[in-house]
């Protein structure tokens, strides 16, 4: 089997052409890592999956034609094995958690640095999950509710909410993992435990009730 056989192939949505050809070029360049495809909108992606079969997509929210969020309700009835990683620049209630319900396996904001992206990508396709510290600190706000719509969520055990802290101050997974005296893989099969449980807890009607309790807040 050849180095290329063993790259994660990741193919990229994103509207935006400079971002697009930024992403890919990454990509491209970067060992470990396949290009498989770049799309401007959900509709091409769609037809090219079955092509180009990626392991790994990474998707932008805003996008011509339907949305990042009805690309993942797609992709999870039509492609259940490709991971989604949603990369954007929002953080807001609004976006994250019906992204989540919809299926992301990691939810990152624009900006982070190049390697950590490449990270997240390969956290992801070893079973973990992944999220950038706004991320974070808006879901553990969410989960301290004790009330309302919080209350339905409110299942976090006590080692993720430390987790969910400490990445919420901005430590790194590695960083966090030597924080806890546990591996960086435990870390992820925590995360990964979390996103569970969003996605549980975040259909669409609780989706809904989530949004409701916040507005009032």
């Known amino acids: 089997m050849t180095a290329k056989d063993d790259s994660i192939r990741v193919g990229v949505l994103e509207d935006n052409s400079k971002i697009r050809n930024a992403l890919g070029a990454l990509l491209a360049?970067?060992?470990?890592?396949?290009?498989?495809?770049a799309y401007p909108t959900a509709e091409d992606a769609l037809r090219g999956i079955p092509r180009v079969q990626p392991h790994v997509m990474l998707v932008d929210l805003e996008l011509p034609g339907a949305n990042g969020i009805e690309f993942l309700r797609i992709c999870g009835q039509r492609f259940p094995v490709l991971e989604c990683i949603v990369l954007t620049v929002h953080d807001s209630a609004r976006w994250v958690f019906p992204a989540l319900a919809a299926g992301a396996s990691g939810y990152l904001v624009k900006g982070l640095p190049p390697s950590r992206l490449l990270d997240a990508i390969a956290e992801v396709r070893q079973g973990g999950a992944s999220m950038t510290g706004q991320v974070a600190r808006l879901v553990l706000g969410t989960f301290r509710q004790q009330t309302g719509a919080g209350a339905d969520l409110d299942t976090l055990t006590q080692r993720e909410r430390e987790i969910l802290e400490l990445l919420a101050q901005g430590l790194r997974y590695d960083e966090i993992a030597?924080?806890?005296?546990v591996s960086k893989r435990t870390v992820n099969t925590h995360l990964h435990h979390i996103y569970r449980k969003l996605h549980v807890?975040?259909?669409?009607?609780?989706?809904?009730?989530?949004?409701?309790g916040r507005n009032k807040m």
Request: proline share 4%.
């Open 201 to 212: 807890h975040s259909a669409t009607g609780a989706v809904a009730r989530l949004l409701g």
């Open 29 to 37: 360049g970067s060992p470990g890592f396949e290009l498989a495809g």
């Open 178 to 181: 030597a924080r806890l005296f």
